[in-house]
């Protein structure tokens, strides 16, 4: 019990932020100084033309690329002196949907499950169904539509338990119902505390949460 | 709300059973190297006719040479499709050690290219004449040399993945280095072949495969942070 609550302690101190962050690609500055702080609950919604460097910088955030300068720190630890740590409590989701078109939906979530530090107390054909893929849950991705690849891609989020979402272009060939159930799926995240950073074009209509915004 | 961390062997049996399940359903992928191998092999048969004393000399050059070509068919693929398709990146983004991953990921090739590969060689060996004495030691030599194959095959496919043209320059980076195994493989079944001892070659590819499975999959995981970092 007393861990539980230790526990918890620890979820409502999270906070991610970045510091004076620079990237250049190709000898172009696509972006310098670049910092920010989010805590418990907040959503940063980044945007800018393409080629802007959207992807680059969740790239930087979730680990993947190095910053030309600055630092990205999870809960005032730099991520890169504590990979397995922040690994632990981040998804990301990248414009690429991460499936493979051979494998059926539910073999796919079966081994984004083992990769993940996964939550038991959800079982894989439930979050098939709340995405929409129940009747799918055999079928080859390959025979699936884009906007259910997507939504597959998507259904990692909710196998895990992480405290922090990294999404690249989310709502991309989503239809409306799936654009909604993204929204929702944020809404609840950020309502349990959770932390989530994303690149869309689209307004993201979530209200009562504090939305910040970049402009690239 | 219970989290549950899987151990590393879990994770290893997840990565292998996903490749293996991939590997199946990909038949041509996997059939391939093998048909080229047979082709490979009876072109020089038919270039050299059908000599028993002649095809009996080259016989372990002709079946290694064929098996190092057939192998490297399948190295581009080792991480390819899993760049493409955004996999690679789940796997660099995963809480547990990178390693683990390329350990089930090169495993899984060895069982899909090379175990195949193994049997028909077999077959092949009594196509080409093969002494009866020779055909144990060439097992033993494939089931030593094979798995140095796609350890260092995976190194390169690692390294340039992502590149264009990365094929051919894969088939060429990589076939110098098979040399060492290559030697020592022939000169096995070879000295098999005249009656000699084998014992000191095979350990020397005992060693070699040591070597490779100590450092390969080290140098995997860095070229892969490399390539996507």
Same mark, same amino acid.
């Not at chain 1, 909604?180 to 994303?198: E, F, K, P, S, Y």
């Not at chain 2, 690679?88 to 990921?105: R, Y």
């Not at chain 2, 093969?130 to 798995?147: D, R, S, V």
């Given at each position: 019990?007393?861990?539980?609550?230790?526990?918890?302690?620890?979820?409502?101190?999270?906070?991610?932020?970045?510091?004076?962050?620079?990237?250049?690609?190709?000898?172009?500055?696509? /972006?310098?100084?670049?910092?920010?702080r989010?805590?418990? !609950?907040?959503?940063?919604?980044?945007?800018g033309?393409?080629g802007? !460097?959207?992807?680059?910088?969740?790239?930087?955030l979730?680990?993947?690329?190095?910053?030309?300068?600055g630092?990205i720190?999870?809960?005032?630890?730099?991520?890169?002196d504590?990979?397995q740590?922040? /690994?632990?409590?981040?998804?990301?989701?990248?414009?690429?949907?991460?499936?493979?078109?051979?494998?059926?939906?539910?073999?796919?979530?079966?081994?984004?499950?083992?990769?993940?530090?996964?939550? %038991?107390?959800?079982?894989?054909?439930?979050?098939?169904?709340?995405?929409?893929?129940a009747e799918h849950?055999?079928?080859?991705?390959?025979?699936?539509?884009?906007? %259910?690849?997507?939504?597959?891609?998507?259904?990692?989020?909710?196998?895990?338990?992480?405290?922090?979402?990294?999404?690249?272009?989310?709502?991309?060939?989503?239809?409306?119902y799936?654009?909604q159930?993204?929204?929702?799926?944020?809404?609840?995240?950020?309502?349990g505390? !959770?932390?989530?950073?994303?690149?869309?074009?689209?307004?993201?209509?979530? %209200?009562?949460?504090?939305?910040?915004?970049?402009?690239? | 709300?219970q989290?549950f961390?899987? $151990?590393?062997?879990?994770?290893?049996?997840?990565?292998?059973?996903?490749?293996?399940?991939?590997?199946?359903?990909?038949?041509?992928?996997?059939?391939?190297?093998?048909v #080229?191998?047979f082709?490979v092999?009876?072109? #020089?048969? +038919?270039a050299?006719?059908?000599y028993?004393?002649?095809?009996?000399?080259?016989?372990?050059?002709?079946?290694?040479?064929?098996?190092?070509?057939?192998?490297?068919? $399948?190295?581009?693929?080792?991480?390819?499709?899993?760049?493409?398709?955004?996999?690679?990146?789940? #796997?660099?983004?995963?809480?547990?050690? +990178?390693?683990i991953i390329?350990?089930?990921?090169?495993?899984?090739?060895?069982l899909?290219?090379?175990?195949?590969?193994i049997?028909?060689a077999?077959?092949?060996?009594?196509m080409?004449? +093969?002494?009866?004495?020779?055909?144990?030691?060439?097992l033993?030599?494939?089931?030593?040399?094979?798995?140095?194959?796609?350890?260092?095959?995976?190194?390169?496919?690692? +390294?340039?993945?992502?590149?264009?043209?990365?094929?051919i320059?894969?088939?060429l980076?990589?076939?110098?280095?098979?040399?060492?195994?290559?030697?020592? $493989?022939?000169?096995?079944v070879d000295?098999?072949?005249?009656?000699?001892?084998?014992?000191?070659?095979?350990?020397?590819?005992?060693?070699i495969?040591?070597?490779?499975?100590?450092l390969a999959p080290?140098?995997t995981? $860095?070229?892969l942070?490399?390539?996507?970092?």
């Amino acid at each position: 019990m007393e861990m539980r609550e230790t526990e918890q302690q620890d979820r409502v101190l999270n906070s991610f932020s970045a510091n004076a962050l620079t990237c250049i690609r190709n000898d172009v500055v696509l /972006f310098s100084g670049l910092g920010f702080r989010l805590d418990c !609950g907040e959503v940063l919604q980044i945007q800018g033309p393409n080629g802007s !460097g959207k992807t680059s910088l969740l790239r930087i955030l979730c680990g993947l690329a190095l910053p030309d300068d600055g630092a990205i720190l999870w809960n005032e630890k730099n991520i890169h002196d504590h990979r397995q740590d922040y /690994f632990k409590e981040m998804s990301y989701i990248g414009h690429v949907n991460g499936i493979k078109m051979e494998l059926t939906a539910l073999e796919n979530l079966t081994i984004a499950g083992a990769l993940a530090v996964t939550n %038991q107390s959800i079982s894989l054909p439930d979050i098939l169904e709340k995405m929409g893929l129940a009747e799918h849950e055999n079928t080859p991705a390959r025979k699936l539509s884009s906007g %259910q690849r997507r939504r597959l891609a998507l259904a990692r989020l909710l196998i895990t338990d992480t405290r922090l979402w990294i999404l690249d272009e989310p709502l991309t060939s989503l239809d409306d119902y799936g654009r909604q159930l993204m929204r929702d799926m944020i809404t609840a995240h950020a309502a349990g505390n !959770g932390i989530t950073v994303l690149a869309t074009h689209d307004p993201v209509d979530i %209200q009562r949460h504090k939305i910040t915004m970049i402009n690239l | 709300m219970q989290m549950f961390h899987n $151990s590393t062997s879990t994770v290893l049996i997840a990565v292998l059973k996903r490749d293996l399940v991939i590997g199946l359903r990909h038949r041509s992928e996997l059939f391939n190297p093998l048909v #080229f191998f047979f082709i490979v092999v009876t072109m #020089f048969v +038919l270039a050299l006719g059908p000599y028993e004393t002649t095809l009996r000399q080259v016989a372990p050059a002709v079946i290694w040479v064929a098996a190092l070509l057939a192998s490297t068919l $399948s190295l581009d693929m080792m991480f390819h499709s899993d760049l493409d398709d955004g996999s690679l990146e789940q #796997f660099l983004l995963s809480p547990h050690p +990178l390693i683990i991953i390329v350990v089930a990921k090169i495993l899984a090739h060895w069982l899909l290219t090379a175990a195949p590969l193994i049997v028909a060689a077999l077959f092949l060996g009594l196509m080409v004449y +093969l002494p009866q004495t020779a055909i144990m030691p060439l097992l033993l030599t494939l089931l030593l040399g094979t798995p140095v194959l796609s350890l260092v095959g995976a190194v390169l496919a690692a +390294l340039t993945v992502g590149l264009r043209g990365s094929g051919i320059l894969l088939t060429l980076l990589i076939l110098p280095l098979y040399i060492p195994v290559l030697i020592f $493989s022939v000169a096995t079944v070879d000295n098999a072949a005249k009656g000699l001892a084998i014992t000191g070659e095979l350990y020397f590819l005992g060693a070699i495969l040591v070597l490779a499975a100590t450092l390969a999959p080290l140098a995997t995981t $860095s070229s892969l942070r490399i390539r996507l970092g």
